[in-house]
Structure formats: C-alpha cells, structure tokens
C-alpha cells in the first residue's frame, strides 16, 4: 500500500493532473507527512466530466441488473481491501482501530453489498392510469465529500449513482484523500466502465467548486459543512441542476425521567464522542429531566473521564485525535468562550505531547440558546441541560438551525411519542441501532435529500410519465 499518489482517475486510466503542485497529507497522530495527492485543477474537472459524459449513454442504456453485477465486482475487490482501508483511515484520520474496522471500513462495505443487492432485484415500474411510470438516471453527478467518514461518504453517494445509471466524478476531502484511492483501485480492478467513475483529488475552492458550477454536471451530491453547502447551493442555482445536501448538526439526546438512566447516559457519551465527536449525527446536546439531572451530570462526567485517549492504534484508546490543527483550534475556541459548568475534560486536562488531541469535555447548566448549544463545534464536548416537562425537552430539542438526528429515553410510548415531534431525519428510541438501509438526511439546515437504501438511490432518478 503506498500513501504516495500522483495520479487521477479519468475515463478508465491513471492520468496526471495538468498541475504538478501536490498536497500533503499529514497523520494527525504524529503530525507527520503521510503522503501526497495531486493538487487537481479546473481543467482536470473539464476533462474528468467530458469522460463521465462520454460514458454515460452507455452506462445508463445498461439494465438495473447488470449494474447490480457491476458493484457486486466493485464490492468483492473493495472487501479485499478491508484491512488496508480500516490502517488508511486510522492514519490520516485518526479513528482509532476497532472504530475503524467496524465502522469506517465495514460500513461502506455493508452499503456497497446492499446497493448491489438493489440493483439485482429492481422495484417493478408502475402504472398510474394510462401513464407509465419509469425512473432514469439524472446524468452526470458531482460527488464532494468530507473528511470525517472518508470512505462511507464516497460509497453513500457513488454506490447508489451507479446503480440508478449516473457516472460519476468524485472529490474526496483533501485532508483524507487517501482512502478513496483504495476504492479506485477496487474499481479499476472490478471492470467498472471507462469513464463511469472518475477521479479528481484537490481543494474545494479550485476542484470543488470547478465540479458545482460545472455546465455538464446534472446534480451535485455534497457532504459536508452548512457554508459550504449553501455556497455550492449557488453555484449550482444558475443552471437549475440538481443538489443533494447532507450537512451539519446538533442533535439532542432526551432522556425522560423515567428512562434507565444509566444506559442512557453511557449510550449518549458514546455517541456524542464516537470518531473524537467528528460525526455530523452526534448527540452533542444531552436533554435530561430536572429530577434526574444530577444523576446524569456525574455520570457523564466519569463516563467521560475513563475514555482514554491518544494512538488510534493502542488497543486502549478510546478517543483518538482530531483531523487537523485548524479544527483542534477551532473545539478550543468554543471550550474557552464557554460560560457553562465544566465537569470533565477542558483545556487543561493531560494530553499527548504530539497530535490534534482534544480532552473529553463535558459542560452541565448549558444556556439552550448560546454558541455552545447552538453551534456544531465537530470535536468531543457535550452540553447538558435540564428539562422540566415533555413539552419543555421538545421545545429545547427543537431550538435549532439543524435537525439531522438525535435520541429519546423512556418508557416505550412516551419516547415514540416525543421522537415523533423531533423535527430531524432520524431519531434512535432507547438506543435504536443505526440502519444502513434506512433513509438518512437532515431537515432545516441539515440538508437536502435522503441517502441509503433505496431512498437513497431515487436521490439519482428522474420520472418519467409515458401516457399510452
Ligand atoms: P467542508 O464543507 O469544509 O468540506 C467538505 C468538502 O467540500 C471537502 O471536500 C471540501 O474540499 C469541499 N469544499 C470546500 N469548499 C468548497 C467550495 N467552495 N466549493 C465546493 N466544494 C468545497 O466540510 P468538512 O470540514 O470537510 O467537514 C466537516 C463538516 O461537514 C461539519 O460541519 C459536519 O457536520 C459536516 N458533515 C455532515 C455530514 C452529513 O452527512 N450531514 C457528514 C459529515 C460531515
């Protein structure tokens, strides 16, 4: 495996970029160079879409079916890789190994299985009076990805564009290049089709935004921050080409007073610090009723408290670092602007020497409306605050420009009930398991569309009404 990459993938071949600047890509853990990528250009994009556009009759003439063989291949080579990506990812994230086994490695896998289990069996069409009702790919996509789950984004959005019959080209976050090399790789060695995928590796302002204002991409899916999503919203408004977004959060974790608290609590710390609290689904906000809050308060602080953290690859490590300097500085910010109680972690709390480690921080008496309950700060700190009725932890659950997940603790009705009047794309009853084949996205500023299973793959479609 090498981490040294100055290649793109375009029309089927391992092509250089037009520039020959490269980027670096650093080991968070060791603040080390990794490796390097190459610096991508617009007129790499241009050459990169007019191959996705050479391919795409062809790709999209193909039935459902035979595509579904296509990532059955893509899915058997991608597989073979599964070590090399879990050490990938554990180097230039820093997610620790167990976590990036199971997660950052096994889940692209368990998507890319389903969506190739899709396409074999296609959802019959429909008649609707005298009206056939058919679905065919939206054309040429432009997939831009964060760095937070590197492979399970690309696969989220390529897996279920090339089984709807769209080509695709990719830029994968800059800070976690490396990894969406291995899928390239995969591909490559499956037989995708020339041109079917291809690859631009580069920053967002020079290849990202080349891809959004791209007259011959039909829909651009984006993965990432708020602003950048409203930025590529623009660049893609001209034209009327379609845009998917899955975008920022601050979910809430309710726990009613008559939740089993402890479970609750352990469950919510988890989720809120799960890949260092880079997950734009965590629990950063954890609701609990007055009666129960002291309870919940030191338990969290010592659940908290016991993670240990530093190498992603110590077995022990629960909390590895955090991708890159700027975003440890960026959590700092908000931990020393905070005017709550600090009951675990915070800015002097004992750290590796090396690395973009942050401490577990948990604040109690947290203000709903202020930037520590507003804001996504995408680093390990948890908000708590107390609620006084049902009504009460809806309404605090609700303050917020986001709504992509959150969790609801109680007796089995109660929870569904208040989970039903979350104005976000999923909620987990009583730790819930996350579903992969469920539809994933976010209301309000979280995002536009679904992604996974099949509602991911009609983000690809269009309808077409045939009268007869
Ligand atoms: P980001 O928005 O800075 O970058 C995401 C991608 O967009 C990168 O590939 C980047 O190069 C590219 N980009 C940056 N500027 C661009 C521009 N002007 N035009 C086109 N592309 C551009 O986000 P990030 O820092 O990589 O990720 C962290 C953020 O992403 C957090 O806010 C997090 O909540 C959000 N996120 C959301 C989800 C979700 O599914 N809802 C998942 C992961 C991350």
Not at 28 to 34: D, R
Not at 64 to 82: I, K, N, Q, S
Not at 253 to 262: E, F, G, K, Y
Request: some cysteine; aromatic content about 6%.
């Amino acid at each position: 495996m090498t981490f040294e990459r100055d290649r793109l993938y375009v029309g089927g071949e391992w092509v250089p970029s037009s520039s020959p600047s490269s980027i670096e890509v650093e080991n968070p853990t060791t603040e080390e160079v990794l490796g390097h990528v190459p610096a991508g250009t617009a007129s790499d994009v241009d050459g990169a879409v007019a191959a996705a556009r050479a391919a795409f009759d062809g790709w999209a003439g193909t039935s459902m079916a035979a595509r579904g063989e296509v990532l059955d291949r893509l899915h058997a080579a991608l597989a073979a890789r599964a070590g090399d990506i879990a050490r990938t990812v554990g180097l230039e994230l820093g997610t620790p190994r167990k976590v990036a086994e199971r997660v950052q490695a096994g889940l692209p896998l368990t998507v890319l299985r389903g969506y190739a289990d899709l396409a074999a069996r296609p959802v019959p069409e429909e008649t609707v009076g005298n009206s056939l009702v058919v679905h065919e790919p939206v054309g040429v996509v432009g997939a831009i990805t964060p760095w937070n789950y590197p492979l399970h984004q690309v696969v989220a959005k390529v897996a279920a564009a090339l089984a709807a019959g769209c080509t695709v080209v990719l830029k994968p976050s800059e800070l976690t290049p490396l990894v969406a090399y291995l899928l390239f790789d995969a591909a490559d060695e499956a037989g995708v089709p020339a041109g079917v995928l291809n690859l631009v590796t580069g920053t967002g302002p020079v290849v990202g935004a080349a891809i959004a204002g791209h007259p011959g991409v039909d829909m651009v899916s984006f993965t990432g921050s708020t602003a950048t999503g409203r930025a590529i919203t623009h660049a893609a408004a001209d034209r009327i080409a379609r845009v998917a977004l899955e975008l920022g959060g601050k979910s809430a974790n309710v726990i009613l007073d008559d939740a089993d608290v402890t479970r609750a609590v352990k469950v919510g710390v988890g989720n809120a610090f799960l890949n260092s609290g880079q997950t734009c689904t965590a629990w950063t906000r954890m609701l609990v009723a007055r009666s129960r809050y002291d309870e919940a308060v030191s338990l969290a602080a010592k659940t908290a408290g016991s993670y240990s953290v530093g190498d992603p690859f110590d077995d022990g490590t629960r909390l590895g670092p955090l991708v890159s300097a700027a975003q440890k500085a960026r959590v700092l910010g908000f931990v020393e602007r905070a005017s709550a109680r600090l009951v675990a972690g915070g800015l002097d709390a004992p750290l590796p020497s090396a690395g973009h480690f942050v401490a577990p921080t948990v604040f109690a008496d947290v203000d709903p409306a202020s930037e520590l309950a507003q804001e996504e700060i995408f680093g390990p700190v948890l908000s708590i605050i107390p609620f006084d009725s049902d009504d009460d932890a809806v309404a605090i659950a609700n303050n917020s420009r986001y709504g992509l997940a959150g969790g609801v603790w109680g007796s089995p009705d109660r929870a569904l009930a208040v989970a039903r009047r979350l104005r976000t794309g999923a909620v987990d009853v009583n730790g819930g398991a996350f579903n992969p084949f469920a539809p994933f996205g976010g209301y309000k500023q979280s995002g536009i569309g679904r992604e996974l299973g099949q509602y991911g793959l009609a983000e690809f479609q269009q309808t077409k009404a045939i009268q007869r």
